[in-house]
């Protein structure tokens, strides 16, 4: 049977556009769709939220608070584009805007979000959303379903696999193809597994968007 023949598994993911490790995760996932019978899910979470609302900003330097305040601005049009057409916009658009942000390493272009939702067939007018709390709500609402259960002490990238929310895997690359598949493998072998909670080992290199 082909993985077109298998009904696909959704996998919810949660993700802030502004963040690189949730870009590097999210495009392996796109690669195991390639190779499993799943399909990402993608739902909208907020670091700006998450480190200046619920852990109230506690510990940032300088510099990271305003890249937070900073941060609210895609997620937003993301929220708008996805009350505007759906939440099936949400893919293309992140993918759209992460590849202006991190391939294309523009993150501090004014014109990312206006081209990426002009590449999505989506008004410019939305770009406007960037700046107005007009969809907060929404962006609560979407974060607030991952990390109810999760936990305040992660960040993105977050998925659900069985019935699992995790936070990670946290990639430097995306693995490509049968690898990507063996990574899922494990992945949702370990999230199956009843009273599981964490590996994690410190970080020594930066992600790659190659």
Not at 66 to 91: I, N, Q, T
Not at 160 to 182: D, H, K, N, S, W
Request: net charge negative.
């Amino acid at each position: 049977m082909t993985t077109e023949e298998q009904e696909l598994t959704g996998v919810p993911f949660w993700f802030d556009p502004l963040c690189p490790w949730a870009w590097v995760t999210s495009r392996w996932l796109l690669e195991v769709e390639k190779v499993r019978p799943v399909r990402a899910d993608w739902r909208i979470m907020s670091l700006a939220y998450l480190n200046l609302d619920q852990r109230e900003g506690k510990g940032l330097s300088d510099d990271y608070r305003a890249l937070m305040e900073e941060a609210w601005g895609s997620v937003r049009v993301c929220a708008a584009a996805a009350e505007h057409a759906g939440r099936d916009v949400l893919g293309p658009l992140y993918t759209a805007i992460g590849t202006r942000l991190h391939n294309q390493r523009r993150r501090e272009d004014p014109t990312v979000l206006t081209e990426a939702l002009a590449e999505t067939g989506l008004p410019a007018s939305l770009a406007s959303a960037a700046t107005s709390t007009e969809f907060d709500q929404l962006i609560k609402d979407s974060h607030d379903e991952a990390f109810n259960e999760v936990g305040l002490d992660v960040g993105t990238p977050i998925l659900r696999v069985g019935g699992t929310a995790l936070f990670g895997p946290v990639l430097r690359q995306a693995p490509r193809g049968e690898a990507a598949g063996r990574l899922w493998d494990g992945l949702f072998m370990v999230a199956s597994t009843d009273g599981f909670f964490e590996l994690k080992r410190s970080r020594d290199s930066k992600p790659s968007f190659e």
